[in-house]
Nanobody, 115 residues
């Protein structure tokens, strides 16, 4: 069974940085699947943050994070990363790793940005 495990969340001040990781396992060929990050802020619906294609070349970002967040992947380590810079209080949310091809989600990692 495919598992996605996020890590790297925490509490940082506005303007700071965090790097999230999503380690995948479970007998699937990680390098053949797109990957994505979503987030859900308190009282709001889950929203798309960013995605990355199989080779790591093709990426997409929500307008709200463009220029601040960067998604990368390590196909040897079966891990996808989210580097978040210039964080804002409105980035506070639970961040979820997602395999859009297989439909799997991680359990989420909490990110809190203080003003």
């Amino acid at each position: 069974q495919v598992q996605l495990v996020e890590s790297g969340g925490g509490l940082v001040q506005a303007g700071g940085s965090l790097r999230l990781s999503c380690a995948t396992s479970g007998g699937h060929t990680f390098s053949t699947y797109d990957m994505a990050w979503y987030r859900q802020a308190p009282g709001k619906e889950r929203e798309f943050v960013t995605s990355i294609g199989t080779s790591g070349v093709n990426t997409a970002y929500a307008e709200s994070v463009k220029g601040r967040f960067t998604i990368t992947r390590g196909n040897v380590k079966n891990t996808v990363y989210l580097q978040m810079n210039s964080l804002k209080p409105e980035d506070t949310a639970i961040y979820y790793c997602h395999n859009p091809n297989l439909g799997y989600w991680g359990q989420g990692t909490h990110v809190t940005i203080s003003s």
